[in-house]
């Protein structure tokens, strides 16, 4: 004969597994559960500001300064998002035995809550780890990564709200018990006295390893860490002309139009021009000192000589008010790119980085730099200026 | 209804809100996204982890509690948990290493294997100090007090 339901909802079945850690509890999750949402909440916000970078409305353009401002924003975007990978370990490993409680679903609001949990775990990491292999520049799955990682992260910050609204209670119970006398457990902390780790070594344990991992990594943004990059996928002190590059001539396939003798540049607007490079090159120039700051996380600032965007684009009739578009003998991917506002009065056509003539992969013979300005958009291998 | 509930009400409003306008957007774009190969990944980031990484974590915590004695227990423990934080990201730098375009790159230009080798080994010195301390403390203690025993 059957169990009743009912028994057999309260009671758990003999194979259902079974975890016994005195560390795990309401303390130690609620603790890293801070830290990690804080995390998420910064990726979610620089994130939205490196979108910007590609899609700005044009009533609001990118501004020029600070110059380093898409530098900082998005080193600390790829940062955080890398020490979110081991955070998001252990905030998993302080509530593993919730995944098997008994019934494992007690209503509609109790399914809900897990279907929500579920949501929120499931596209946390996978956004951790495409985000990391986008890094890596490995692309291993089926979809565009720019747009699932953009919509994704609604997905993201919606499940992470509604887990806060479930779970605000337990949070600050959470909060407010000490580490040492948290019941919510399986059991009492008195791990030591058996010989164990204590919540409060946990704790410690994990901020060193989200710790090294920061400091490790934080050199592919930061110069002064570079020495001690260990885990950085860049070290952009070893790019070409000392500045690393995030495509090649060769992979864009312009070497031979690029370096062509032909090469001329047509800048169009109320009025045309045309240039070839030592017309360029006798144009008054200008140098500045800004950096590279790629979407990928890296950036290294560098020096850039050149003539003044503007004075081009005046020259064919417009203005600083100008809407103006950068087109790239490169076809398809980032080839095109557009400029205006105070960026626009700050960009320079650059013919040469750190004292030399620009490399092939720098984007000889001309390429666009202006301040503030996420890598690819700024615009290589420049043949077509359209003012408008 | 007390002014918490309402708060908890309206971010979770907030929240399923957020989620229904993401899953939206992803599903209007499907050229792009490619809706099932996504849910399909989704799936096997919750499998990676409830099938694999807690696994191992849960077993080999249940054998280091089981073989490693009480006064060096804490530290072990935790010189495992810092290491298996930092191996995470190495292993996967050091699986991408030398799969690059271009050297112009100056991406994974490194020897991850030995880089995750000296921070490993840093790991191991700090906890081997920390051991260390303990030992002599409790020497300390013990020849300080004869009387216990």
């Known amino acids: 004969m059957l169990p009743p339901l009912s028994r057999l909802l309260t009671t758990k079945p003999p194979f259902w597994p079974e975890f016994h850690s005195p560390l795990r509890g309401p303390a130690i999750t609620a603790r890293v559960g801070r830290v990690l949402g804080l995390a998420f909440g910064i990726c979610f916000v620089t994130g939205l500001l490196s979108h910007y970078q590609y899609h700005p409305w044009s009533w609001l353009p990118v501004p020029a300064s600070p110059s380093w401002g898409y530098r900082l924003t998005q080193g600390i975007h790829v940062i955080t998002g890398i020490a979110c990978i081991?955070?998001?370990?252990?905030?998993?490993?302080?509530?593993?035995?919730?995944?098997?409680?008994?019934?494992?679903?007690?209503?509609?609001?109790?399914?809900?809550?897990?279907?929500?949990?579920?949501?929120?775990?499931?596209?946390?990491v996978l956004q951790l780890i495409t985000g990391l292999f986008n890094i890596l520049q490995f692309y291993p799955w089926?979809?565009?990564?720019?747009?699932?990682?953009?919509?994704?992260?609604?997905?993201?910050?919606?499940?992470?709200?509604?887990?806060?609204?479930?779970?605000?209670?337990?949070?600050?119970?959470?909060?407010?018990?000490?580490?040492?006398?948290?019941?919510?457990?399986?059991?009492?902390?008195?791990?030591?006295?058996?010989?164990?780790?204590s919540r409060r070594q946990v704790l410690i344990a994990t901020g060193a390893g989200v710790g090294v991992v920061?400091?490790?990594?934080?050199?592919?943004?930061?110069?002064?860490?570079?020495?001690?990059?260990?885990?950085?996928?860049?070290?952009?002190?070893?790019?070409?002309?000392?500045?690393?590059?995030?495509?090649?001539?060769?992979?864009?396939?312009?070497?031979?139009?690029?370096?062509?003798?032909?090469?001329?540049l047509s800048v169009t607007g109320p009025r045309s021009l045309e240039l070839s490079l030592s017309e360029l090159e006798a144009l008054p120039t200008l140098r500045r000192h800004l950096p590279i700051a790629c979407v990928e996380g890296w950036s290294r600032s560098a020096d850039w000589r050149g003539p003044a965007l503007l004075s081009l684009v005046t020259q064919v009739g417009g203005s600083a008010d100008s809407f103006v578009v950068l087109r790239s003998l490169q076809e398809g991917g980032y080839s095109v790119s557009t400029i205006q506002g105070s960026q626009l009065e700050h960009a320079l056509l650059a013919t040469h980085l750190n004292g030399e003539r620009l490399s092939i992969d720098h984007g000889y013979p001309l390429r666009l730099i202006a301040p503030d300005r996420a890598g690819v958009l700024q615009t290589k291998w420049l043949h077509r200026i359209e003012v408008r | 209804?007390?002014?918490?509930?309402?708060?908890?009400?309206?971010?979770?409003?907030?929240?399923?809100?957020?989620?229904?306008?993401?899953?939206?957007?992803?599903?209007?774009?499907?050229?792009?996204?490619?809706?099932?190969?996504?849910?399909?990944?989704?799936?096997?980031?919750?499998?990676?982890?409830?099938?694999?990484?807690?696994?191992?974590?849960?077993?080999?915590?249940?054998?280091?509690?089981?073989?490693?004695?009480?006064?060096?227990?804490?530290?072990?423990?935790?010189?495992?948990i810092t290491g298996a934080l930092i191996s995470v990201i190495a292993v996967v730098l050091i699986n991408r290493e030398g799969k690059t375009s271009s050297p112009a790159l100056a991406l994974l230009t490194q020897n991850y294997l030995v880089n995750l080798l000296i921070l490993l080994a840093i790991v191991a010195a700090v906890c081997g100090i920390g051991y260390a301390s303990v030992v002599l403390r409790d020497n300390r203690r013990k020849s300080r007090s004869p009387a216990d025993h």
């Not at chain 1, 948290?182 to 010989?195: F, I, K, L, N």
């Not at chain 1, 943004?221 to 090649?248: H, M």
């Not at chain 2, 099938?51 to 490693?68: C, K, M």
């Open chain 1, 86 to 124: 081991p955070l998001i370990l252990v905030k998993l490993w302080s509530v593993f035995h919730r995944l098997f409680v008994w019934p494992p679903v007690r209503g509609a609001v109790h399914a809900l809550e897990r279907a929500s949990v579920a949501i929120l775990v499931a596209s946390s």
């Open chain 1, 142 to 197: 089926p979809w565009g990564f720019v747009e699932v990682h953009y919509w994704l992260s609604y997905v993201i910050i919606g499940s992470l709200l509604l887990h806060i609204a479930i779970q605000l209670p337990a949070i600050r119970e959470g909060l407010s018990t000490r580490l040492s006398d948290d019941r919510g457990g399986d059991q009492p902390s008195e791990a030591s006295s058996r010989g164990g780790l």
């Open chain 2, 1 to 80: 209804m007390n002014r918490d509930r309402v708060v908890r009400y309206l971010i979770g409003g907030i929240g399923i809100a957020t989620i229904a306008y993401g899953v939206t957007r992803i599903l209007q774009d499907p050229t792009s996204t490619k809706p099932l190969g996504l849910a399909k990944w989704l799936i096997g980031a919750l499998l990676l982890h409830d099938l694999l990484i807690a696994p191992l974590v849960l077993g080999v915590g249940w054998i280091v509690s089981r073989v490693v004695p009480g006064r060096a227990r804490p530290l072990v423990q935790g010189g495992l």
């Open chain 1, 214 to 264: 920061a400091i490790t990594t934080v050199g592919q943004v930061l110069p002064i860490a570079e020495p001690i990059a260990l885990l950085a996928p860049r070290r952009p002190s070893r790019g070409p002309q000392d500045l690393p590059v995030n495509n090649t001539a060769r992979n864009a396939g312009v070497i031979q139009r690029a370096t062509s003798s032909s090469y001329r």
